[in-house]
């Protein structure tokens, strides 16, 4: 059973060093730091520890040789998520490689002592949605990840971040990591969004605005009414790319809609318990007078509908928008933006409305959720996707799928041409069955676009759901306000 832990480590004074103010990175950081010492990193206590298939066996074969024990395995919760098949999950799994990493998992958590939500459990799926769902993301944690998005739970007002191989087995042997303090960010998003506009749209948006690398050695707290306004599966999405803009990663001060969110779950606190976690959670934001490093502000209302059009997530626009010139970019960036657009099969200064495409994916740790779900099958019902495309809705756990099911989305998803395949990161990566084939283009609700991310020579677009679903059933890149206007009208 999951052991969760709901208050601080320590009692640090409620200042900093300066007598200011502190930021909520600040205040969790603070509360969790074992040891620090001028010159050297600090010992960071990790609250939770979640792990999958791909970043764990040379840990647990680092701890054998060792002959060391996890040392909190109640800490400590596992599923399989990257490498398993979306179709017949109960059969064994065709690639060698994924069946054989899967099976590694399953005996290694038999052998540590570690709870395993393997393929069958009832809880399986995306490491990134399961958390969240089953209680075991709270806010004022440190949790940790060998996966690079595992800033999705900084949604929750916790400090969540991705590490390496060594590092899961630094987790495994001590609770601890050695961690530089990070630098803090303020993006402040303010304003209502438009018709069609989501929080996939929000931070494509503030990528393609800073740049793939404009969050570099920050910690990224979002704020701003346009933030606050999110419904916490959607603040998920927004920490998710956190990640994609260079940043540590990314979280959102706790507030009632986080509290509703948590309130009787699998895992969550109960009775006393629950009352006393909250007491602490309400402590949980940036001091008025807090100093971040960097502040950015921008405008929901100048946000559009999004969409990439080259090979990393900072190469987007609105879907209106045509393709930035190669020559209108910084001189030592030219040869490479150019190699972007030439894999793409893109033109400067192209629009991209009306470009056909061949598959569409709705799915990954970034847009795989029930709303997620929900809004493409509100926009679906009664329409029918192009013959030209492949659709694949690719539910983030088991839960997800069974609450489609429970909703008949599953029907709606069926009559429109929509194949709702089983939980796991599926098409996000090249890592399964789940490729997209050399040449052919994918709207992707995921969020990489690298070379070759989806299958060798794949071309990813990355949009919103809603972008996704009207790619889908126009067969080509369209303006999904255009629907809804007609609706409307």
């Keep these: 059973m999951l052991t969760q832990s709901t208050e601080s480590h320590a009692s640090p004074s409620p200042l900093g060093k300066d007598g200011m103010g502190r930021t909520l990175v600040e205040k969790i950081w603070d509360a969790h730091v074992v040891k620090s010492e001028e010159g050297f990193p600090d ?18 074969d680092g701890m054998r040789k060792r002959g060391l024990p996890v040392f909190r395995p109640k800490q400590t919760v596992a599923t399989a998520d990257h490498n398993v098949p979306t179709l017949n999950q109960l059969q064994p799994i065709k ?96 304003g209502e969004l438009g018709k069609g506009v989501g929080a996939k749209d929000i931070i494509l948006y503030i990528i393609a605005q800073i740049s793939a690398a404009g969050g570099t050695g920050y910690f990224i707290e979002y704020a701003g009414s346009a933030i606050e306004a999110l419904s916490m599966e959607a603040r998920m999405t927004i920490c998710n790319m956190s990640i994609e803009m260079g940043a540590r990663g990314g979280l959102i001060a706790p507030d009632q809609t986080t509290f509703d969110y948590i309130k009787g779950r699998e895992f969550a606190p109960a009775g006393a318990e629950w009352d006393k976690a909250l007491a602490y959670w309400k402590t949980l934001y940036s001091d008025v007078d807090a100093k971040f490093d960097s502040v950015l502000t921008f405008d929901a209302a100048a946000i559009a509908p999004m969409i990439t059009y080259g090979t990393n997530p900072g190469m987007g ?11 209108a970019q910084p001189e030592k960036e030219q040869l490479s933006y150019q190699k972007a657009l030439d894999y793409m099969g893109f033109d400067d200064d192209a629009s991209l409305i009306g470009k056909p495409v061949d598959y569409v994916f709705i799915g990954s740790c970034t847009n795989s959720r029930i709303e997620d779900l929900r809004e493409v099958a509100d926009f679906v019902k009664g329409k029918r996707k192009a013959d030209s495309v492949i659709a694949w ?20 998803f069926e009559a429109a041409g929509f194949q709702l395949r089983e939980p796991g990161c599926s098409a996000c990566l090249g890592m399964n069955e789940d490729k997209i084939p050399a040449g052919k283009y994918c709207v992707s609700t995921s969020n990489r676009n690298f070379e070759g991310r989806q299958g060798q020579n794949a071309r990813t677009l990355l949009a919103s759901p809603l972008t996704a679903a009207a790619a889908a059933v126009t067969g080509k890149i369209t303006d999904v306000r255009e629907f809804l206007l007609e609706e409307q009208g």
């Design 317 to 327: 626009m609105g879907i209106q928008e045509n393709i930035p010139a190669t020559n």
């Design 95 to 190: 690639e060698e490689l994924s069946r054989y990493q899967v099976d590694m998992l399953t005996k290694n958590c038999a052998e540590f002592g570690i709870e395993l939500y393997g393929l069958g459990h009832p809880f399986q799926g995306i490491v990134h949605v399961i958390g969240p769902e089953l209680g075991i993301t709270l806010p004022g944690k440190t949790m940790v990840c060998g996966d690079s998005h595992t800033s999705t739970h900084g949604a929750f007002g916790a400090i969540a971040f991705g590490i390496g191989t060594s590092q899961v087995e630094q987790v495994f042997a001590t609770q601890c990591l050695l961690q530089q303090k990070p630098k803090t960010m303020k993006i402040e998003v303010n």
């Design 393 to 412: 809705i690719v539910p983030g756990s088991k839960q997800v799928e069974q609450q489609a099911i429970n909703e008949g989305l599953d029907i709606i």
């Design 43 to 60: 010992i960071l206590y990790i609250d939770t520890h979640l792990i999958h298939e791909v970043t764990s066996p040379q840990a647990f």
